[in-house]
């Protein structure tokens, strides 16, 4: 099969031909329709999570479909369209047993802990407990788009921000999982304020239903705009850049009671924010995080895909290469593009 793979950390990868994987006797193997180009492979590239043993092949925004099955998989057949957690769960743990994939002991991350998707076939472990049916309405390359921005925007506002109809909710950065964010956050009938420092940004955060814009840039002050447009303070704030600056604005931007999320993740020597505890402690602050979500948590979102109240597809940006991935996973670090892009070309 043709991949993507790097050898070191920081180096450029190179396209070549590695052998098709192989299933487990628990597990599928996917012909890659779509697998989108996301921040978090960025951070692996360049060597900030450390479950990515050399070489590698990174992807773990994926849908596709079923092209061969391992013994024990009930579940699935060949041809069927899936679409897939960028956490998978192992079945066995405490916490899948209690129904929290997303946090499994022993997780499994196509792109992470295991080869993933920047190439035509990838193997997924658990397949029964792990795989999602894919609606025929919605396309590959929008379903890419879900399995790590979208289906953890949507537990960050849904899950575990708890938002509701009629509360202000404030995203901090609006590349793939900020816009994602604003879209679930409006469908619910919640109010955003949207931050970033692109005036290209905002305005797409506008169109996916943003009431108001802060250009950081421009602004002293982020949360005292943000408290001021929302009338004393968010109800939900999420950090869906990953940076200490958007993470303490984020917090600094609740109201009394408020719920901060963290989705963006702060690695390396960002690993460790300063955060506002004072604050915290004296407005009975929440702070959450938010790592994916669980397969069987999917259908409420799919749900709302079909529908049409959620419109993802609205969110995939340039559709690309896998040849011309290695030069967009490379520039990722400086936020060249609008919208979530998608290989979709092998």
Known sequence: MKAVLYEAFGTAPKLVTLPDPTHEPHGVVLRVGATGLCRSDWHGWVGHDPDITLPHVPGHELAGTVEAVGRDVTRWRVGDRVTVPFVGGCGACPECHAGHQQVCHNQFQPGFTHWGSFAEYVGIHQADLNLVALPESVAFDTAASLGCRFATSFRAVVDQGKTSAGQWVAVHGCGGVGLSAIMIATAIGAHVVAVDIAEDKLSLARDMGAVATVNATETEDVPGAVRDLSGGGAHVSLDALGHPQTCFNSVM????????????????????????????????????????????????MLGMVVSGRLAPDRLVGDRI??????????????????????????
Do not use: C, N, W
């Open 253 to 300: 931007s609740l109201r009394r009671r408020g719920r901060h999320v963290q989705v963006g993740l702060l690695m390396a020597e960002q690993s460790a924010p300063p955060v506002p505890m004072g604050q915290v402690i004296a407005h009975e602050l929440e702070i959450l995080g938010s790592h994916g979500m669980q397969a069987h948590r999917y259908d409420a």
């Open 321 to 346: 290469s896998l040849a011309d991935s290695i030069k967009a996973l490379m520039e990722m670090d400086d936020f060249p593009s609008l919208g979530a892009t998608v290989i979709t070309r092998f």
